[in-house]
């Protein structure tokens, strides 16, 4: 029994366990989507970078100008906070639509470029910033680094050990951080010690070329690479691609179930059925 159950998968007879339908086109026509996230009880929002546009996934406007924004992501108030590309800053969005910068220096001088965060359940945003689209000549950094941001607003420098740092993701026991290098086309893993230091790295997995990357209740990684979206488990072990129509930029898990993964590619938004619920998504 247990070998035709698996000659029948291996034969596309039976689905796949974590992704259970096709990719749909949600929405399409945009300059260069990146960012997505779900607000509880309000659908997807996604950045469209060019057009200097956060879109609801019915197409309307969400926040507009929104600085260019990038990486995407909700704190513990449910207000929207992104990485704004052109302002070179991370931004709130206020319940009532006012905008406060959660940070834009390190030691006075400006970020290059902040790319993607992740928002753990004590408010601590931890941030890339690569150097993408910033001049030389404007930089006022030399290095990209991984930050940190406390609650009471504190910048921390976590690594300067990446050539790009993009997208990262926390296990579900927030223990855990994960960094992709889209340069280097790798995901490094680090315990996170006390004081947010970054302890004990390794090679999750090389090859990659990822950029933004969730997690799900179970620890999988599902990440956006070079030709697709690859979900890999808590070990490293690559167990899924989902392709696209297009290369992917980033994703999120969404819908009332938390078991929706949309991805935000180049021009495109799209989605697939899973069968399991993103970590904290839904509602």
Known sequence: MLLAILVAFSIGQIPDPLVIGDVETVADGFRFTEGPVWLPGKGLVFSDIPADTIYRDDRSVFRNPSGKSNGLALDREGR???CEHWNRRVSRTE???TITVVADTYLGRKFNSPNDLVIRSDGTIFFTDPTYGVENRERELPFAGVYAVEPGGKVK???VYFEQPNGLALSPDEKTLYVGDSAGGFIQA???AEGDALRQSRLFAKDVGPDGMKVDERGNLWTTARDGVRVYSPEGTLLHTVEF????ANCAFGGPDGKTLYVTARHGLYRVACG???LGAGK
């Open 80 to 82: 929207l906070v992104a």
């Open 95 to 97: 319940q009532d639509g």
């Open 157 to 159: 420098l976590l690594s």
């Open 190 to 192: 680090f315990d996170i």
């Open 245 to 248: 129509p297009e290369k992917p």
């Open 276 to 278: 399991v619920a993103g």
